[in-house]
């Protein structure tokens, strides 16, 4: 059973913080790593993804992996309100190639 | 606009009504997938199909049946339903190569069902 976790939260941080999703995975196998947002009665969009252990950055996103841990993490820079959304974790499967998805991590940022 | 295109966007059905969704893909991807949302689970995989042939089918009931007449288009077919069914079914494309890029998954808004 190849399971990806993260923690629903909610969380809430303040207009211009720092937020930080977590996300762990089972699969050892797995090489990719994709960052979705969804917003409330909207689908998933990506955000980035990553495959190279370290930190990927993409404007204020910040996608970091590592690999011995099977650990993923996408920090949020000056957070802003807009970014209030359901955030989705998801691993590419090492043996059928398709993607699990996380339950996802509720962000509110308030002003 | 994700070049995913679903219809309906939202369909209420008795449970022993038929009715269809349908999906089109405008990015030239070689495989589609039907999802299934529900609150507060993961997103489930329930179908995917690979230049329009069936490579999975995730334990779904046979009250869902797919059908993909070509690469760029894919239908889900809904038959006596029970009211947990009631989701956010989501209709997903990719070029399903190797690599992220190629198996970066592109959703369609959804339709939202409810089973009545």
């Known amino acids: 059973q190849k399971e990806v976790e993260q923690n629903s939260g909610p969380l809430s941080v303040p207009e211009g913080a720092i937020a930080s999703l977590n996300c762990t995975y089972s699969?050892?196998?797995?090489?990719?790593f994709f960052w979705y947002r969804q917003y409330s009665g909207k689908s998933p969009e990506l955000i980035m993804f990553?495959?190279?252990?370290g930190d990927k950055e993409d404007g204020r996103f910040t996608a970091q992996l590592n690999k011995a841990s099977q650990y993923v993490s996408l920090l949020i820079r000056d957070s802003q309100p807009s970014d209030s959304a359901t955030y989705l974790c998801?691993?590419?499967?090492?043996?059928?190639?398709?993607?699990?998805f996380g339950r996802g991590t509720q962000l509110t940022v308030w002003p | 606009e994700t070049g995913v295109t679903q219809t309906p966007r939202h369909l209420v059905m008795g449970m022993t009504n038929k009715k269809s969704l349908k999906c089109e893909q405008h990015?030239?991807?070689?495989?589609m997938y039907w999802y299934k949302q529900s609150a507060k689970k993961p997103l489930e995989l329930m179908f995917v199909y690979n230049f329009k042939e069936q490579t999975e089918n995730n334990s779904v009931p046979s009250r869902f049946s797919p059908e993909c007449p070509n690469s760029s288009h894919l239908f889900l077919h809904l038959h006596t339903l029970q009211p947990e069914d009631s989701a956010l079914y989501l209709c997903?494309?990719?070029?399903?190569?190797?690599?992220?890029?190629?198996?970066?998954?592109?959703f369609g808004e959804g339709s939202w069902l409810t089973v009545v």
């Open positions: 990553i495959y190279s252990n």
């Open positions: 699969d050892r196998g797995s090489q990719s």
């Open positions: 990015l030239g991807h070689n495989a």
């Open positions: 998801a691993a590419l499967g090492s043996t059928l190639g398709r993607l699990y």
């Open positions: 997903a494309s990719s070029q399903d190569r190797r690599g992220a890029s190629g198996n970066t998954i592109y």
